[in-house]
């Protein structure tokens, strides 16, 4: 049931989305086990705060990402949806520095991953990156997204991603 809740929340959000963009991410956990992610985004169009420094905007995110096998438990695939706000840096120049930052929600194929107990496969999704967008719309960056139940289920071990991350825009 959760899984169908989630993936009805993630096509109505998409109605007012215009443009997609691809996106992947290799990075570690803080246990050193892989991850691997491939994403998809829809960008909101929209600019908010605009200043002389920059302005706000966004994109909705949805991902799915394979874990590394750790010493307590196999390989493990979590699939997450999740708003992401992007503060956009004005410059003089075709690359813009950005910071982004998003909460959202996870659901994983287990409840072990790595050496972590997360307690229920269901998880909340926060993030933080930073990273630069070049003239053709694609971005580069660096990111950790960190998953734990909020303690809705013991234990609440949570797990942190640590990634270096593509988007490439269409």
Same mark, same amino acid.
């Given at each position: #049931?959760?899984?169908? #809740?989630?993936?009805?929340?993630?096509?109505?959000?998409?109605?007012?989305?215009?443009?997609?963009?691809?996106?992947?991410?290799?990075?570690?956990?803080?246990?050193?086990?892989?991850t691997g992610r491939i994403?998809?985004?829809?960008?909101?169009?929209?600019?908010?705060?605009?200043?002389?420094?920059?302005?706000?905007?966004?994109?909705?995110?949805?991902?799915?990402?394979?874990?590394?096998?750790?010493?307590?438990?196999?390989?493990?695939?979590?699939?997450?949806?999740?708003?992401?706000?992007?503060?956009?840096?004005?410059?003089?120049?075709?690359?813009?520095?950005?910071?982004?930052?998003?909460?959202?929600?996870?659901?994983?194929?287990?409840?072990?991953?790595?050496?972590?107990?997360?307690?229920?496969?269901?998880?909340?999704?926060?993030?933080?990156?930073?990273?630069?967008?070049?003239?053709?719309?694609?971005?580069?960056?660096?990111?950790?997204?960190?998953?734990?139940?909020?303690?809705?289920?013991?234990?609440?071990?949570?797990?942190?991603?640590?990634?270096?991350?593509?988007?490439?825009?269409?």
């Amino acid at each position: #049931m959760k899984k169908y #809740m989630l993936a009805a929340l993630v096509f109505c959000s998409l109605g007012n989305a215009h443009a997609a963009d691809i996106s992947g991410a290799l990075g570690t956990t803080g246990q050193s086990e892989f991850t691997g992610r491939i994403g998809l985004g829809f960008d909101w169009h929209k600019h908010w705060l605009q200043s002389e420094s920059g302005h706000l905007t966004g994109y909705w995110d949805t991902g799915l990402t394979h874990w590394g096998a750790g010493k307590q438990a196999s390989s493990r695939t979590s699939l997450s949806f999740a708003p992401v706000f992007v503060y956009e840096f004005t410059t003089a120049g075709p690359v813009v520095p950005f910071i982004e930052a998003g909460v959202g929600v996870a659901l994983f194929s287990g409840t072990r991953v790595g050496a972590k107990n997360l307690g229920s496969s269901f998880n909340f999704e926060d993030r933080l990156g930073v990273g630069l967008r070049f003239a053709n719309q694609d971005r580069v960056g660096l990111r950790v997204i960190h998953y734990s139940n909020a303690g809705i289920k013991e234990p609440n071990d949570g797990i942190e991603s640590y990634s270096l991350f593509y988007r490439h825009a269409f």
